[in-house]
């Protein structure tokens, strides 16, 4: 199975900043990467297809980037309905895996 | 959009099953990919596998071979999924989640099933 490795777990930040969570696959995935934003008794939510296509309706704050092995997740300027925890999910192979989270976090 | 309602709470004693629906509502049921994943309390989420029903293709995680087993009805636009020899382990909320086409990218997801495994 292809491991998903998601840095850092945890991410303190302040309204404003600007924000970055990388995800690192064991193998080559192409561009087969999403991201999702998580809320406390919540299904996730799609936010970023195909490594850096936004989902329709996703504030445009919220971009991803890479191809292979390493992708990224930037927030430009946090706002407060953005602390969460964000998974990244691989779909390349016939199996699919998760990072294990990074919670976004008021400092 | 495809919506996804899923049925509701199951309570269950361990070494025994459960299944989970989840009936989905625009698009075109059998064109697009089917996961279920779950989510444990106060962990990340797991896939435990996913369908295209039109292909008949059917994908399951390594850890849920052979204890897990997803189907699909396409006259109901309905997915269920069976999980065997429960154990207090699985507790937790299952998801059923929608791709967009041919592939398992969980696109939109159901509100979610919270399983109890329970003596």
Do not use: H
């Not at chain 1, 193998?27 to 490594?51: D, R, V």
């Not at chain 2, 989640?97 to 398992?104: E, I, V």
């Amino acid at each position: 199975d292809i491991q998903m490795t998601q840095s850092p777990s945890t991410l303190s930040a302040s309204v404003g900043d600007r924000v970055t969570i990388t995800c690192r696959a064991s193998q080559n995935i192409g561009t087969w990467l999403a991201w999702f934003q998580q809320k406390p008794g919540k299904a996730p939510k799609l936010l970023i297809y195909k490594a850096s296509n936004l989902q329709s309706g996703v504030p445009s704050r919220f971009s991803g980037s890479g191809a292979g092995t390493g992708f990224t997740l930037t927030i430009s300027s946090l706002q407060s309905d953005d602390f969460a925890t964000y998974y990244c999910q691989q779909y390349d192979s016939n199996s699919v895996t998760f990072g294990q989270g990074t919670k976004v976090e008021i400092k | 959009q495809v919506q996804l309602v899923q049925s509701g709470a199951e309570v269950k004693q361990p070494g025994s099953s459960v299944k989970v629906s989840c009936k989905a509502s625009g698009g075109t049921f059998s064109s697009y990919g089917l996961n279920w994943v779950r989510q444990a309390p106060g962990q990340g989420l797991e896939w435990l596998g996913g369908m295209i029903p039109i292909s008949g293709k059917v994908n399951y995680a390594q850890n849920f071979q052979g204890r897990v087993t997803i189907t699909a009805d396409e006259s109901t636009s309905t997915a269920t999924m069976e999980l065997s020899s429960l154990r207090s382990e699985d507790t937790a909320i299952y998801y059923c989640a929608s791709a967009t086409g041919w592939n398992f990218l969980c696109a939109y997801w159901g509100q979610g099933t919270r399983v109890t495994v329970s003596s």
